[in-house]
């Protein structure tokens, strides 16, 4: 019997994955998605990788339980603390055939082929870098780049706040950014690992001569997951494809409409559940 088909199923804490979406959405115009933000128990950068790990995988049954096949953690405090165990633990038990997949890994393969100097900022939250998982992952696909990395906890509640374009906010953004290349001048990749930061992006441009480049991840991720779907037709055969999207929150799903529009730039109806 044809297994019935499913949407892409995008988590994140809150609202960050919807910039990794909206590049999905570009790339895959065809296929259906299912977001899921679990946003009243957002932020995750701050909480232990067990409640993370317990959270995550919550959600993903979730996205599962709803007919996705392929799960992607827009999240890199997900991806961070979560991925491998899911992947490695709970996948072969839950369903062999379903894949969960995160941010890091994609952003790691081609840091290498982005930065001319081997010198990479990180920009994330406290959790994404106190994980290490960039580090880690770099480690076996890009040896050579010499990495500092910089916690900005309040770029997140500036920016779902919509503070982030505000004269206190830049000037937060900016202190942090120079705190980062005070460390290591020799910078001229900065990686925005967290899925909220695009939303700074153009500011950060205005703010950094052009030796230094600004990378945000969801093009990226966008391309990967491009090339997995073709990579592994079987998995592409299991997503539904008419160019649809719907939405999931554990919040108020007025607050989250609201909130996702800065995200989206766009109106968005979102349901309310309970994990």
């Known amino acids: 019997m044809e297994k019935q088909q499913g949407p892409i199923g995008v988590f994140d804490s809150g609202y960050g994955g919807l910039t990794v979406l909206k590049e999905l959405q570009t790339k895959l115009p065809n296929n259906d998605f299912l977001y899921l933000g679990d946003n009243a128990r957002a932020p995750y950068g701050n909480r232990s990788f067990d409640v993370v790990y317990e959270y995550t995988l919550e959600a993903v049954k979730e996205l599962f339980s709803r007919g996705c096949s392929l799960v992607i953690l827009a999240c890199n405090t997900a991806s961070a603390k979560a991925l491998r165990s899911i992947q490695q633990n709970d996948l072969p038990k839950i369903d062999p055939e379903k894949r969960v997949l995160g941010v890091i890994r994609p952003s790691a393969e081609v840091i290498s082929d982005l930065t001319k100097s081997n010198h990479v900022g990180i920009v994330a939250t406290q959790g994404t870098i106190q994980s290490n998982s960039y580090k880690i992952e770099l480690e076996k696909y890009a040896p050579s780049v010499h990495i500092t990395q910089k916690a900005c906890?309040?770029?997140?509640?500036?920016?779902e706040n919509n503070l982030h374009d505000s004269l206190p906010g830049k000037m937060f953004i900016k202190q942090?950014?120079?705190?980062?290349?005070?460390?290591?001048?020799?910078?001229?990749?900065?990686?925005?690992?967290?899925?909220?930061y695009p939303l700074v992006k153009?500011?950060?441009?205005?703010?950094?001569?052009?030796?230094?480049?600004v990378i945000a991840q969801g093009a990226i991720v966008?391309?990967?997951?491009?090339?997995?779907?073709?990579?592994?037709?079987?998995?592409?055969?299991k997503c539904s494809k008419n160019g649809r999207t719907d939405y999931l929150t554990t919040e108020n799903e007025t607050i989250f409409n609201e909130k996702a529009g800065i995200f989206m730039q766009k109106q968005v109806a979102a349901i309310h559940i309970k994990l």
């Open 202 to 213: 153009d500011y950060l441009e205005e703010l950094l001569p052009d030796s230094i480049q």
């Open 176 to 196: 942090d950014i120079e705190l980062l290349l005070a460390e290591n001048e020799k910078i001229d990749t900065i990686v925005l690992a967290c899925t909220h």
């Open 222 to 237: 966008a391309e990967k997951l491009v090339d997995y779907l073709n990579r592994h037709p079987e998995m592409n055969l």
């Open 153 to 159: 906890p309040i770029w997140v509640p500036l920016i």
